[in-house]
């Protein structure tokens, strides 16, 4: 499965982006999507994750109220929904997928993705 990630810029604080993620192919079951981040000189970190079909969703504290993660299963693609974002949310943001139903305890943990995206750049400036 090959990830292409879509939808990063440049926005003031208080703004909205809206990231995509595109799946090559469909996978034949049931599969999980997530976005991860990493800033400069920082660890990547778990930002939202959604289970097949839509019915599981988990965020990262830090983003819960402001982020919303969705797909398309039609066009196995992922959204990411950013909204009133903070300079603190400045961060190259990836796409992940796991061609199985991770269950809920795992779904943060990046280990659990064998699939990546290149990553898209988000800049929110004060």
């Known amino acids: 499965v090959q990830l292409q990630a879509s939808g990063g810029g440049l926005v003031q604080a208080g703004g909205s982006l809206r990231l995509s993620c595109a799946a090559s192919k469909r996978t034949s079951g049931p599969y999980t999507m997530a976005w991860f981040r990493q800033a400069p000189g920082k660890e990547r970190e778990f930002v939202a994750a959604?289970?097949?079909?839509?019915?599981?969703?988990v965020y990262a504290d830090s983003v819960k109220g402001r982020f919303t993660i969705s797909r398309n299963n039609a066009k196995a693609t992922v959204y990411l929904q950013m909204n009133s974002l903070k300079p603190e949310d400045t961060a190259g943001y990836y796409c992940?997928?796991?061609?199985?139903?991770?269950?809920?305890?795992?779904?943060?943990?990046?280990?659990?993705?064998?699939?990546w995206g290149q990553g898209t750049q988000v800049t929110v400036s004060s």
């Open positions: 959604i289970r097949c079909c839509g019915t599981i969703t």
């Open positions: 992940a997928a796991a061609e199985s139903a991770i269950i809920l305890s795992s779904l943060r943990s990046s280990n659990m993705y064998p699939y």
